[in-house]
């Protein structure tokens, strides 16, 4: 079973982070919530309280088939200051595994040159952080063993896109039929 670790912070922005997980496990992922803080609960943008599974100090991340960032901030800054997870995802780039952000978030790969020569997309005013990327303004692109979502509105299809690049179009199509999405 594939493995995915979905990484928090406090001003996270839930949309985002929510239907991710639960877009994910539906596809019968493997999905592990990482606290990036002191704490394994955070609080989102909009004050909802959440429990992780692992705190970030606890993970090794040699499993992984792709490292997921939410936006929201502060939430996405935080991600970036932390120096764990910005060890992980470039160790994970370096190994092809896949790598997704949405929102503000696509700016902690983008700081990191991970986005080089990649088509993504942020939420507007973030472009100015995503180093040497085509940046299109797409509710979502996917280039490679990059995904991006460009804010709120985009939280379903980022995921969706995430089950059909990780499982394949066949359980997408499943899934968006028995949700009822029909976008």
Known sequence: ???VYVFFADGFE????FASVDILRRAGLDVCMVSVTDDE??????QIPMLCDKNIVNCDFYDASLLLLPGGMPGAQTLGECEDLKRALQHAAKRGVTLAAICAAPMVLGQLGLL???KATCYPGFEKYLTGANC????VEHDGEIITGKGPAAALPFAFALVKHLIGEAKEKELKEAMCYSH
């Open 41 to 46: 609960i955070v609080r989102g943008a909009h």
């Open 14 to 17: 839930e949309i985002e982070a």
């Open 136 to 139: 299109t303004g797409a509710l």
């Open 116 to 118: 080089e020569g990649k």
């Open 1 to 3: 079973m594939k493995k």
